[in-house]
T-cell receptor
Framework: DTGVSQDPRHKITKRGQNVTFRCDPI?????LYWYRQTLGQGPEFLTY????????KSRLLSDRFSAERPKGSFSTLEIQRTEQGDSAMYLC?????????????FGPGTRLTVL | GQNIDQPTEMTATEGAIVQINCTYQ??????LFWYQQHAGEAPTFLSY????GLEEKGRFSSFLSRSKGYSYLLLKELQMKDSASYLC????????????FGRGTQLTVWP
């Protein structure tokens, strides 16, 4: 399968715990995005990487959130001291970075439930 | 800020045509996407418009009017499998930019 993959698909944790999600983009894509989606809403942008450089961060990304893409390939999103309001679907997307359309391809998401 | 508005829900019957509207107020508009999202799944790309006019792609077409800040997605010959959420998303600024999504329109197709 050559699509975007995410791991785990589901995560249940207790409030206050730390969680880490992984995203593997399409191999030739140098741009990687993280979004968060809650029920009945569209995805909300969190952050974006071009290769290993984190170029943009949303105000939604509080200091409890950190994202990395150390070698310009896979990316991790860590949430520290989780809160119930962090419960959401976390979506990763990648794009080739060339051409005007620059379509983003989404992974299946990680559904986080904070108890 | 960016504002993207689309209806919350729509219903239609199998074989019919449905039009899902999206209006936007943004700065630095640089293209509009439509994505389809089935429950619990990732959004999948349907169409892209950056210039005014109609883009046709099989049963799906998308229209854009930049001067009016308006787009629609037209679905023809509806099938049950078309029941999904349809997301309008606007790209801002450079081609490197993020997407701003509307909240999605939940379409239910009845037999």
């Amino acid at each position: 399968d050559t699509g975007v993959s995410q791991d785990p698909r589901h995560k249940i944790t207790k409030r206050g715990q730390n969680v880490t999600f992984r995203c593997d983009p399409i191999s030739e894509h140098n741009r990687l995005y993280w979004y968060r989606q809650t029920l009945g809403q569209g995805p909300e942008f969190l952050t974006y990487f071009q290769n290993e450089a984190q170029l943009e961060k949303s105000r939604l990304l509080s200091d409890r959130f950190s994202a990395e893409r150390p070698k310009g390939s896979f990316s991790t999103l860590e949430i520290q001291r989780t809160e119930q309001g962090d419960s959401a679907m976390y979506l990763c997307a990648s794009s080739p970075g060339t051409g005007g359309r620059n379509e983003q391809f989404f992974g299946p998401g990680t559904r986080l439930t904070v108890l | 800020g960016q504002n993207i508005d689309q209806p919350t829900e729509m219903t239609a019957t199998e074989g019919a045509i449905v039009q899902i509207n999206c209006t936007y107020q943004t700065s630095g508009f640089n293209g509009l996407f439509w994505y389809q999202q089935h429950a619990g799944e990732a959004p999948t790309f349907l169409s892209y418009n950056v210039l005014d006019g109609l883009e046709e792609k099989g049963r799906f077409s998308s229209f854009l009017s930049r001067s009016k800040g308006y787009s629609y997605l037209l679905l023809k010959e509806l099938q049950m499998k078309d029941s999904a959420s349809y997301l309008c998303a606007v790209k801002i600024g450079s081609t490197l930019g993020r997407l701003y999504f509307g909240r999605g329109t939940q379409l239910t197709v009845w037999p």
